[in-house]
């Protein structure tokens, strides 16, 4: 197989929430500074609309989708 090499990371949690309170089994979707998807665990939200997962350091955006029938609406942020 070879040798798999991982990239420092950083840890990121939060809660989301929508109009409704708590957003459960939101999507979250990380990209890097390219614009390249950034593979994550852990990136949906519990039915309390927490999540908590690990990212490379650096710059990268978040992309945040409301599940199916919430009212929310899907949300980008970028951070680092």
């Known amino acids: 197989l070879g040798t798999i090499t991982l990239a420092a990371g950083v ?6 929430t929508g109009p ?6 939101a ?3 990380f990209f890097d500074a390219n614009g390249v ?7 949906h939200t ?9 990212v490379p350091a650096g710059t990268w955006r978040v992309d945040v989708e409301s599940a199916e029938g919430s009212r929310g609406r899907s949300a980008s942020v970028t951070g680092s």
């Open 11 to 16: 840890a990121v949690t939060g809660t989301i």
């Open 27 to 29: 999507n979250l979707n």
């Open 37 to 43: 998807e950034i593979v994550t665990s852990g990136d």
């Open 46 to 54: 519990d039915a309390a609309g927490h999540y908590a997962t690990f």
């Open 20 to 25: 409704q309170g708590p957003e459960a089994s």
